[in-house]
Nanobody, 112 residues
């Protein structure tokens, strides 16, 4: 059974940066697609980014070159580097796999 643990959230001013990490347990990480979603209060959960086993990435439209997803297979960890953060990026960010496994979420708050 895969388990995901996120870290790296926090409070940052608009224009700042944060790097989220998601550590995975279990086997098969190297070939597994991983991703990040986010959910703001009262809103639906939106795709932020995904990365497959070959390193091919996909981003939500709102990212627009500000975020970068990456992975370290040796550490079984996927990262989300977020730059030029905006107040509307405030949300709980969840790590995800297509097997419908989710992390507990990490809060990102961007102040104006």
């Amino acid at each position: 059974q895969v388990q995901l643990v996120e870290s790296g959230g926090g409070l940052v001013q608009a224009g700042g940066s944060l790097k989220l990490s998601c550590a995975a347990s279990g086997s098969g990480f190297r070939i597994r697609t991983m991703g990040w979603y986010r959910q703001a209060p009262g809103k639906q959960r939106d795709l932020v980014a995904t990365i497959n086993g070959g390193g091919v990435t996909n981003y939500g439209e709102f990212v627009k070159g500000r975020f970068t997803i990456s992975r370290d297979n040796a550490k079984k960890t996927v990262y989300l580097q977020m730059n030029s953060l905006k107040p509307e990026d405030t949300a709980v960010y969840f790590c995800w796999t297509p097997a419908d496994v989710w992390g507990q979420g990490t809060q990102v708050t961007v102040s104006a």
